[in-house]
């Protein structure tokens, strides 16, 4: 695929789209850097801004973020750069992760532009990979979607090499963040390991990753259908409705009501508790992510604890 059919396509899927305003999330890498390019052709560069994050924590992110700044200037394109304090706790991918989208929400709380993210198939498939791995539940396989509320993914169609392909015939230099190929984490080594081995296993591995994570996702909006058809818009349901269902779908209606409970919309193993709250006659039940399942009055709910 060439860059002009790269444009094509991506202009034909309508996540960018002359004159909407776009907020990229620029690191300085071949995705990225495609993703920018492409935003400005298609929106138009007075509509697209770029948000990078200087973490300060490789030799080189300074070289990174001066090279951002150039790409910016020579694309027209304004740019936001942000350097997170030294203080962070827990995983540094995920604190990393959260500054980032955090910086982008506030930036486009002003503006009123979508968040795009430089996310391809390749990362799909990691992502896919990773949890399968870590994570027992539906939506592991589903993988990235291409709109997520505001943050948009207008790359998850292409590979990490077309993007690449089209830096090159663009003429526009990337930097490489040397740490992705390290496996001192968890995605390092899926990239590193896993998928070479699946491609060694089969040649298309990777196509066929994708291809079931689309056949799940059309048959996991039949069942969030059914869900809803299920809940019709509440945020309970009647214990003995909930005992009639079959398990499977029991499990999906307390994913939602779980998930509706929060704050960010998502209750991660909520439905692996499934069974325990069903057998409530009546009480609470604490299932983690600071929610409990709560049966009164021969209703069940989803409340957030106190603290």
């Not at 059914?226 to 009639?244: A, K, N």
């Not at 029991?250 to 909520?270: H, K």
């Amino acid at each position: 695929m060439n860059a002009a059919e790269m444009l094509q396509q991506v202009a034909a899927d309508g996540l960018l789209a002359p004159d909407r305003r776009v907020i990229v999330l620029y690191s300085g890498g071949r995705d990225s850097t495609c993703l920018l390019d492409l935003a400005a052709r298609i929106a138009g560069p007075a509509a697209v801004s770029a948000l990078h994050v200087n973490y300060g924590l490789r030799d080189g992110a300074d070289v990174d973020e001066r090279h951002g700044r150039e790409l910016c200037a020579r694309l027209g394109i304004g740019l936001t750069v942000q350097r997170p304090g030294s203080e962070r706790a827990g995983n540094m991918q995920a604190w990393a992760r959260d500054v980032r989208y955090a910086a982008a929400a506030a930036l486009a709380a002003d503006s009123g532009a979508e968040i795009a993210t430089g996310h391809t198939a390749t990362d799909q498939v990691e992502t896919i990979l990773y949890r399968l791995a870590s994570s027992p539940s539906r939506r592991a396989l589903l993988g990235m979607r291409q709109r997520d509320g505001a943050v948009i993914r207008p790359l998850l169609g292409f590979t990490r090499e077309e993007t690449a392909a089209y830096c090159d015939e663009r003429g526009l230099g990337w930097r490489e963040d040397e740490t992705n190929e390290l496996d001192v984490y968890a995605r390092g080594r899926i990239r590193a390991e896993l998928v070479p081995a699946l491609r060694r296993i089969h040649p298309a591995a990777e196509q066929n990753v994708l291809a079931l994570a689309r056949i799940l996702r059309d048959e996991a909006a039949v069942l969030d259908g059914s869900v809803q058809e299920i809940l019709t818009g509440r945020q309970e349901i009647e214990r003995d409705r909930l005992r009639e269902l079959p398990l499977a779908l029991q499990r999906l209606v307390v994913q939602s009501l779980a998930d509706e409970a929060t704050d960010t919309g998502l209750a991660p193993g909520a439905a692996r508790r499934t069974e325990e709250i069903v057998a409530l006659d009546h009480g609470m039940l604490d299932i983690g992510n600071g929610l409990r399942a709560v049966v009164a009055q021969q209703k069940l709910r989803f409340e957030k604890l106190e603290g």
